[in-house]
């Protein structure tokens, strides 16, 4: 059963006016998912290879910023590591000053006087003076 319709051109303009509208709200619902003005090549050549292009190399620069923070982040431990060794330097020095300033400290020199070798290619070593 096959039935033909007859269309006005008044219509049929509408109708095709419909459509299009149609295919334009597919695809701007298209971009509004995936956030690309251009999703193929179809749409829009060179527009598409532009911004692949661009997304690439945005991920390698992402890549390279994740490296750079990394590095940045081995450095302030080490630097902290540098900070408070030379606090305990400093303080190891502080200590030492207060001592040296103590009445009853005294120094004295030791000198190492190597003895007779017991093994060949060995020394014993004694201490005198204190």
């Known amino acids: 059963m096959a039935s033909n319709i007859t269309l006005s051109a008044g219509v049929r303009q509408n109708l095709l006016s419909l459509q299009g509208t149609a295919d334009l ?5 298209n971009r509004l ?3 690309k003005k251009v999703n193929s090549a179809l749409d829009n050549p060179t ?13 390698d620069m992402s890549a390279l910023l994740d ?13 902290n590591g540098l900070s408070s060794i030379t606090k305990t330097v400093e303080s190891m020095q502080s200590t030492l000053r207060q001592a040296r300033q103590d009445k009853t400290f005294q120094t ?14 060995t020394e014993e070593l004694s201490f005198s003076g204190g």
Not at 25 to 29: G, V
Not at 67 to 78: D, H, P, Q, W, Y
Not at 110 to 119: F, K, L, Q
Request: net charge positive.
């Open 33 to 35: 998912a995936t956030g």
């Open 108 to 121: 004295a020199s030791y000198a190492a006087i190597p003895s007779t070798a017991t093994i060949a290619g």
């Open 47 to 59: 527009n598409f290879f532009t911004s692949s292009a661009l997304s690439s190399r945005a991920g």
């Open 67 to 79: 490296n750079m923070t990394s590095g940045i982040k081995t450095l302030e431990a080490a630097d």
């Open 25 to 29: 709200m597919a695809k701007t619902q």
